[in-house]
């Protein structure tokens, strides 16, 4: 089955305790994205990875810290949560970013106290 | 200006009637545009693409797309109580880009009433 799978699904964690949630496709896409979604603000993207080893910055890129080793794998990488990183975090992937359709993964809640 | 920009609702319309959601968005070299469903605590999906002007029509969903008027909308007939979601205008954005970026709305949210 096509999909785009991200671990973990929740997670409650504090203030400066590094951690790292894992995004995955078995579509071969060569494009992936990572975004999160606060309520009132919408979907913005955090990162975004053309293909491997070539990465760039979305519109909110501050604290977080992305890599793309091999083409199935963007894991997002927050090496030091503060309490305002608290929200909803989805991983996408699509064939090319501009004319085709991203799919998204499940999401991964976040709470840092 | 925001790039993108939708009215957050909520929307509310009988079973069975015409929802009418729109979406502005402000980047003229613009191509590519979609309509994501979202269910509430669900991951975005696609329902519609469109990528030149006029109408897409897909079972009881309708897209118009009028780049003249940076203008894109979304039609549900025969609305259903399971049509209730937040819809999400996207939009790839061009910019200084070759490649575009895709930039959504903060999204309508739809009532459908029995």
């Known amino acids: 089955e096509a999909q785009v799978t991200q671990n973990p699904r929740y997670l409650i964690t504090v203030t400066g305790k590094k951690l790292t949630v894992t995004c995955s496709q078995n579509?071969?896409?060569?494009?992936m994205s990572w975004y999160r979604q606060d309520p009132g603000l919408g979907l913005r993207q955090i990162y975004y990875s053309m293909n491997v080893e070539v990465t760039d910055k979305g519109d909110v890129p501050e604290g977080y810290k992305v890599s793309r080793k091999e083409k199935r794998n963007f894991p997002l990488i927050l090496e030091s949560p503060s309490p305002n990183q608290t929200s909803l975090y989805f991983c996408?992937?699509?064939?090319?970013?501009?004319?085709?359709?991203?799919?998204f993964g499940p999401g991964t809640r976040l709470t840092v106290l | 200006q925001k790039e993108v920009e939708q009215n957050s609702g909520p929307l509310s319309v009988p079973e069975g009637a015409i929802a009418s959601l729109n979406c502005t968005y402000s980047d003229r070299g613009s191509q590519s545009f979609f309509w994501y469903r979202q269910y509430s605590g669900k991951s975005p999906e696609l329902i519609m693409s469109?990528?030149?002007?006029g109408d897409k029509e897909d079972g009881r969903f309708t897209a118009q797309l009028n780049k003249a008027s940076q203008y894109v909308s979304l039609l549900i007939r025969d609305s259903q109580p399971s049509d209730s979601a937040t819809y999400l205008c996207a939009v790839n954005i061009r910019g200084s880009s070759n490649t575009g970026k895709l930039i959504f709305g903060q999204g309508t949210t739809l009532q459908v009433k029995p």
């Open positions: 579509m071969n896409h060569e494009y």
């Open positions: 996408a992937s699509s064939l090319a970013p501009s004319y085709n359709e991203q799919f």
């Open positions: 469109i990528y030149s002007n």
